[in-house]
């Protein structure tokens, strides 16, 4: 280890042994389920071997951890000295981070909730935008986005994800012109949020799903590759306008359990202009695409496949 990293974790160490003092001495005994103590009691709060009893660890063990020592703790350790110490979400997430395990998570429930607040800033954005989870559910779109994309709107609520919609077009008339570049980079992001949730139920069923379902999916994703967000290139072709050129960029919601808005901003002049006649309504949908599908069938032929939900 060199120098720098030994210096930097007896910090972590102090600053950790720093926080749970802190914490220890602002719960009462009375607080923790205690019998009430003497009033001339000088401790302040609970006492350690208080909070290694009803924590269920050893006093040595907990007098080291908050002396600062170089000792490991588990996140079921963890959780009971959270719960000893009452430490709400944000507390709780801060215990994890100094002690250097996993990110703490909330319920899976919490996936798809949209804070209020948040659907003003979606509907005022001057750009197409939509709020996904971290399994690419679309928890949310703007009008720019849809009218984009009338094809998602057509579909069940429950395919409401970036996966299903990639995969449930024929390639003849897919929306990403560059999807051999650009699917690939979507499993990769999907794969490395799936490591915080391995082995919850949605997220398995989501990707057992995709791969019987899609070949492509299932090459990329036993490649392992993993991700992270970032300024993406996308390339879509529209049958009304035909190619639109955009920059995607996602933004972290904080606050939530892992949602993101992500962004698309018109990488040319072209596409600025094809996308305001779109949202002009000042286009004409073509009868019949190149591949010979129908506008109806490009907005609706996602409905004739079985739902992954």
């Known amino acids: 280890m060199t120098d720098l990293a030994a210096t930097k974790n007896a910090a972590r160490r102090t600053e950790l042994a720093d926080f749970l003092r802190s914490r220890r001495e602002r719960i009462s005994?009375?607080?923790?389920g205690l019998p009430p103590v003497p009033p001339r009691r000088r401790t302040p709060g609970l006492r350690r071997e208080e909070v290694a009893q009803l924590a269920g660890v050893g006093v040595t063990w907990y007098t080291w951890l908050e002396q600062g020592r170089q000792?490991?703790?588990?996140?079921?350790?963890?959780?009971?000295?959270?719960?000893?110490?009452?430490?709400?979400?944000?507390?709780?997430?801060?215990?994890?981070?100094?002690?250097?395990?996993?990110?703490?998570?909330?319920?899976?429930?919490?996936?798809?909730?949209?804070?209020?607040?948040?659907?003003?800033?979606?509907?005022?954005?001057?750009?197409?935008?939509?709020?996904?989870?971290?399994?690419?559910?679309?928890?949310?779109?703007?009008?720019?986005?849809?009218?984009?994309?009338?094809?998602?709107?057509?579909?069940?609520?429950?395919?409401?994800?970036?996966?299903?919609?990639?995969?449930?077009?024929?390639?003849?008339?897919?929306?990403?012109?560059?999807?051999?570049?650009?699917?690939?980079?979507?499993?990769?992001?999907?794969?490395?949020?799936?490591a915080r949730h391995v082995g919850e139920p949605s997220w398995e069923k989501l990707i057992r799903d995709l791969i019987a379902y899609s070949e492509v999916f299932a090459e990329c994703w036993s490649r392992n590759e993993v991700a992270a967000f970032g300024r993406q290139l996308r390339v879509y072709y529209q049958p009304a306008v035909g190619l639109l050129r955009f920059v995607s960029t996602?933004?972290?919601?904080?606050?939530?359990?892992?949602l993101r808005m992500q962004v698309m901003t018109p990488a040319d002049e072209s596409t600025?202009?094809?996308?305001?006649?779109?949202?002009?309504?000042?286009?004409?949908?073509?009868?019949?695409?190149?591949?010979?599908?129908?506008?109806?069938?490009?907005?609706?032929?996602?409905?004739?496949?079985?739902?992954?939900?």
């Open 272 to 309: 600025a202009l094809a996308h305001a006649r779109l949202m002009a309504g000042d286009v004409e949908e073509p009868a019949v695409l190149p591949c010979g599908h129908t506008w109806r069938d490009w907005v609706s032929m996602r409905e004739e496949k079985a739902p992954l939900g």
């Open 29 to 32: 005994p009375e607080q923790a």
């Open 71 to 194: 000792i490991n703790a588990s996140t079921q350790v963890l959780d009971a000295i959270a719960r000893t110490l009452q430490l709400d979400a944000a507390e709780h997430r801060h215990l994890y981070t100094l002690a250097k395990v996993p990110e703490l998570r909330a319920p899976e429930a919490e996936d798809c909730c949209l804070p209020a607040e948040i659907r003003p800033i979606l509907d005022g954005m001057g750009h197409i935008a939509t709020v996904v989870n971290e399994r690419f559910d679309m928890v949310a779109t703007n009008r720019r986005f849809d009218v984009l994309f009338p094809s998602v709107l057509a579909q069940a609520k429950q395919n409401h994800n970036v996966f299903w919609c990639m995969f449930n077009l024929p390639e003849c008339c897919h929306p990403f012109v560059n999807r051999h570049e650009t699917i690939p980079q979507m499993v990769a992001l999907l794969r490395a949020a799936y």
């Open 250 to 258: 996602s933004f972290g919601i904080h606050g939530t359990n892992g």
